[in-house]
């Protein structure tokens, strides 16, 4: 992100990841809930957008104390609409009788031409929705979302002896200096 600050602080949970935003942003802060590193390793990501996510009460006191996880989940188009199939958000210990299924199907909120882009791409080239993180913006969950062709075997192979070659050289970096 161009004009992006990044910082850690320390909270009473672990350490979270805050993030100032470019200016065009308004000075939201962002907050990290979940990632979904497998996505970028199984696909090769096209094109990105940010979605907001139809919630209940209880799903967001479980996302505020981070229990949410974006193992395994998609993003489908049914209907008029598209959804996210299979994030796991943990049960909020605190809520009444009336909470929440952890692994329902949540509505994803996009513009309409937006959705329409994403649908066509999806059924006509054989692209694949996956949800790439789960984050707060400002007082609102937010999920990106990607477009992406999944890779074959011999691409994760050159990802991985890319990944492992950068290591050995920052390695050899590190101990020079």
């Known amino acids: 992100m161009k004009g992006a600050r990044s910082t850690v602080a ?5 350490d979270y990841r805050f993030q100032t935003m470019a200016s ?7 907050k990290l809930i979940a990632q979904n590193k497998k996505a970028r390793f199984e696909y090769d990501i096209s094109d990105t957008w940010e979605a907001g996510l139809m919630l209940t009460g209880s799903e967001v006191k479980s996302m ?3 229990h949410a996880s974006l193992d395994g989940a998609f ?3 049914v ?3 598209l959804w996210l199939i299979g994030m796991h958000v943990s049960e909020y210990q605190a809520a009444s009788y009336n909470g929440h299924v952890p692994k329902r199907d949540r509505k994803l909120l996009l513009h309409k031409h ?3 882009k994403l649908t066509t791409k999806n059924v006509e ?5 996956v949800p790439l993180r789960l984050y707060w913006r400002g007082a609102h969950v937010k999920v990106e979302i990607g477009l992406g062709r999944g890779k074959r075997q011999h691409d994760k192979r050159d990802a ?3 990944r492992e070659a950068k290591r050995d050289i920052d390695r050899a970096m590190k101990a020079h200096r």
């Open 75 to 77: 993003c489908k188009p």
């Open 114 to 116: 937006e959705l329409e």
């Open 79 to 81: 209907g008029e609409g």
């Open 64 to 66: 505020r104390a981070g």
């Open 125 to 129: 080239r054989g692209f694949t929705i």
């Open 24 to 30: 065009s942003d308004k000075g939201h802060v962002t």
């Open 160 to 162: 991985i002896a890319d």
């Open 10 to 14: 320390r909270g009473g949970r672990g």
